[in-house]
């Protein structure tokens, strides 16, 4: 009979990808509430004009990439393609500018993008992020960053660069479009039918559509070159605050992001272990996202971090995740009930606990033992029943020693650094 697949572009993690993916959760979510932010679990699927409004109608996101389907209502729903919509949406449902500002929120969910599967880049991919709102300080810009920044500094990872830019606000942007399209409308026949478009009706996108070359991208004029003096101040302020917290970055001028929301700081941090995939994290400020999704003007500032990409990139750097120690239990058939009761005592005192499942002889049991890589084995045989103790095996000596049952939870204690 065939075998059933996974869809291609989604992936299983298991072994040391399903360990580093632990380990990420933990240490991420772990700087992230240092920096007083709070957990938020969303849904997967939203109502597709939430993206349509947020990410925008003219973003190869939404233009090419979204899983979205009609339910049995008639309902055009969409499979997430990102989590900073959702968030700002949950925001103005919930009524989060009742809480104290800025509100910080954190996530690690899975994401859906019908891109062309390669090396970093699938259909299916899980993405950390924080989101703030209600402040438009550069500071809050700053920490976001420098969040994203000590977060993989836990991980002691080379090579990362953090790339940021400026795209200016809604006054800004008049100038710079018509510059733009002044530009843009020499190289006209150059363009892709995408981007003939999109001269017309958003031509910042095509300074991210993956048909136009460099070259053409890198002789176009940049925000930079087009922000009001308050933009520029808020720009310089939020580097002055990197150059104070230790934080290498360098300006781009030509990053901007495939994303309609943004405003003023756009950032990326990239890592050379991971080819032209390279973005491990992108972020910036979106301080008109809630104003367009119904809500009342408040700014906001984060950034998502994708999980594989991170995890590709430990891999290659070798880090390993300190495994917990087993402990087995060999037994004799008529002492099980002895064993499962000494299995959940040590596993209450917080050990990982494995208790032979097929019995026999000992002999076999230890050998099970050792295959599962265990650092000791518990012994109990009748006659240990009969003296309330219990053998006592470590796996790496060999050496074995009988102690009181009553004093296995110490005698495990005392062993398990050594
Ligand atoms: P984004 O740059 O589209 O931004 O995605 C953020 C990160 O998600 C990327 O840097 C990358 O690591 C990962 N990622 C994106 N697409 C894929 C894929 N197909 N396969 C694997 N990983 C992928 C956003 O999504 C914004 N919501 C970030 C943000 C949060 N801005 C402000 N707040």
Not at 153 to 169: D, E, P, R, T, Y
Request: hydrophobic content about 35%; charged content about 30%; proline content about 3%.
């Amino acid at each position: 009979m065939d075998t059933i697949k996974s869809v291609k572009g989604f992936k299983d993690f298991f072994g040391l990808d399903a360990e580093i993916f632990e380990a990420i959760e933990k240490t991420l979510f772990g700087v992230a509430e240092a920096y007083g932010y709070k957990r938020i679990i969303l849904p997967v699927v939203e109502y597709t004009e939430l993206f349509s409004r947020s990410v925008g109608e003219e973003t190869d996101i939404v233009k090419k990439e979204m899983y979205t389907f009609t339910d049995k209502n008639e309902r055009s729903l969409t499979l997430r393609p990102e989590m900073t919509a959702s968030v700002a949406r949950s925001y103005i449902e919930n009524h989060f500018e009742t809480y104290p500002t800025p509100f910080k929120v954190a996530y690690l969910g899975p994401c859906f993008r019908y891109e062309n599967p390669q090396k970093g880049r699938y259909r299916g991919f899980y993405q950390f992020g924080v989101e703030a709102f209600g402040d438009d300080s550069p500071l809050l810009d700053a920490e976001v960053i420098s969040l994203a920044f000590s977060a993989l500094q836990k991980f002691n990872i080379k090579g990362l660069k953090v790339k940021i830019n400026s795209i200016g606000c809604r006054k800004c942007r008049p100038n710079y479009r018509k510059a733009l399209v002044d530009a843009l409308t020499q190289h006209y026949d150059e363009l892709c039918s995408d981007c003939k478009r999109r001269l017309e009706t958003n031509p910042m996108r095509i300074l991210d559509c993956k048909k136009e070359s460099k070259e053409l991208k890198d002789s176009l004029p940049k925000t930079i070159d087009y922000l009001r003096d308050e933009c520029k101040d808020h720009f310089n302020a939020v580097t002055n605050y990197l150059i104070s917290m230790n934080i290498p970055y360098e300006v781009d001028n030509t990053l901007v992001r495939g994303l309609d929301y943004y405003t003023r700081t756009v950032f990326e941090v990239i890592s050379e272990d991971l080819g032209s995939q390279n973005a491990l994290l992108g972020g910036g400020r979106y301080d008109y996202l809630i104003e367009e999704l119904g809500g009342r003007p408040t700014p906001g500032v984060g950034f998502a971090l994708g999980v594989e990409r991170l995890i590709e990139i430990l891999k290659a750097q070798k880090f390993t995740v300190k495994e917990k120690s087993i402990i087995y239990i060999a037994y004799q058939k008529s002492s099980i009930t002895k064993a499962i009761k000494v299995a959940q005592t040590i596993r209450d005192a917080g050990f990982t606990v494995l208790v032979d499942t097929k019995c026999g002889n000992f002999k076999n049991q230890l050998e099970r033992s050792a295959k599962r890589n265990a650092k000791f084995t518990i012994i109990i045989g009748e006659s240990e029943i009969a003296s309330n103790t219990l053998q006592i095996k470590n796996m790496a000596t060999k050496e074995q020693k009988e102690i009181k049952e009553v004093e296995l939870l110490n005698a495990l204690k005392e062993r398990q650094n050594a």
